[in-house]
């Protein structure tokens, strides 16, 4: 079943366009995280779904109801979808649970007592239900947010930045308890961040944007193993950017010969360090020397200089090998198990 469907959605101010034929599908209960740099459009994609935003045109449609398009504009209190950001928005002078019990006027007091009682219990937070704003943490505070957000029980939650203002211990926790809740109430999600591990970690698929416009759609591992372009590739991890010529069915490039269905004379190969190996010499292994070791705690990766082209490369190692700037080595493109490259 589809919950989201927007199709061609743009958004100009002024003269500026900011967001250009934007279209998604989101299954029930689905988690898309849409990522990208300041300014590239997220936060102005969630406002025209969550309707405080008129898109310039395109079309929005909530459980196969049209909440937007060139003659149907859904008010925002009207279309169920709950949004979340970074800074919470809680009411100071109310308790948690009168927080959390905000949006639920409608329903019955016995109605509302159930509903705050299973959000607290589903957040943790139960001991903390009398406790205002200013006694709790900010990751219990981000938590009361998303507790009322979900208590509504909405059509689509928007989470916009929800981590972003919390440091990078309570980061990891959150997003995994995040993700925990969201999937637990099915909830379908769509997350709004410049933070690739919260999107790699949180999302059933990631959406990347670039000024305004969808450069990939993709799972997690989609998007890191085959990127679509350079600016995704480079937006996800270290890559190395090599030249190739066709040889016959291959290529050439300095690290050896390798296979590919591409057409054109020459290339750019993108491979990531994962995918080069150290080791012994042999028949197709290149001789390279290292020019800077950078020690990242789980691993250390290597600048090498191959000997015979000049290419500088990087490559990741385990972090308790012994090496030393200036050593002579060898390196062999994992062409097995490659992956994670990309031709441009
Ligand atoms: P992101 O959330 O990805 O950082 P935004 O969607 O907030 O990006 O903004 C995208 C672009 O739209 C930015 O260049 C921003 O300056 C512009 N923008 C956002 N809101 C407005 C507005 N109300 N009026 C004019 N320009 C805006
Ligand atoms: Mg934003």
Redesign the pocket.
């Known amino acids: 079943m589809i919950t989201l469907q927007i199709e061609n959605l743009s958004k100009t101010?002024d003269k500026?366009t900011?967001v250009t034929d934007f279209s998604l599908e989101v299954a029930k209960g689905e988690i898309v995280a849409l990522i990208?740099e300041?300014?590239?459009?997220?936060?102005?994609i969630l406002k025209m779904i969550s309707g405080f935003e008129k898109p310039s045109a395109g079309s929005i449609e909530i459980n196969n109801e049209t909440v937007c398009s060139k003659q149907v504009f859904v008010e925002p209190e009207n279309r169920q979808v709950a949004m979340v950001f970074p800074d919470h928005s809680l009411f100071p002078h109310l308790s948690a649970e009168k927080n959390i019990a905000f949006a639920l006027n409608k329903h019955s007091r016995s109605e509302r007592k159930r509903i705050v009682n299973q959000m607290l219990q589903l957040i943790g937070l139960e001991e903390l239900r009398k406790n205002k704003p200013h006694q709790m943490s900010s990751g219990q505070l981000q938590r009361i947010a998303l507790a009322r957000s979900l208590a509504f029980q909405p059509k689509l939650l928007l989470l916009d930045e929800p981590l972003s203002k919390l440091d990078v211990m309570l980061k990891k926790r959150m997003r995994e308890e995040i993700k925990q809740i969201i999937t637990q109430t099915e909830t379908t999600t769509i997350l709004?961040t410049h933070d690739k591990e919260d999107a790699f970690v949180i999302a059933d698929r990631v959406v990347v944007l670039k000024d305004g416009v969808t450069q990939q759609m993709d799972t997690p591992e989609g998007i890191y193993f085959k990127p679509k372009n350079e600016y995704v590739a480079h937006f996800f991890g270290r890559v190395n950017t090599i030249h190739a010529e066709r040889n016959g069915k291959g290529y050439n490039t300095p690290l050896g010969c390798i296979q590919a269905k591409e057409n054109g004379e020459c290339c750019r190969v993108l491979i990531r360090p994962e995918n080069l190996n150290i080791g012994q010499q042999s028949d197709d292994a290149i001789p390279a020397t290292i020019t800077k070791i950078t020690f990242y705690g789980q691993q250390k990766e290597l600048q090498l200089q191959l000997c015979e082209s000049q290419q500088l490369i990087t490559v990741v190692i385990p972090n308790y090998e012994k090496v030393n700037v200036g050593q002579q080595l060898f390196c062999k493109l994992n062409t097995e198990e490659l992956t994670s490259w990309a031709m441009v």
């Open positions: 101010y500026n900011v990208g300041s300014g590239s459009g997220k936060s102005t709004v």
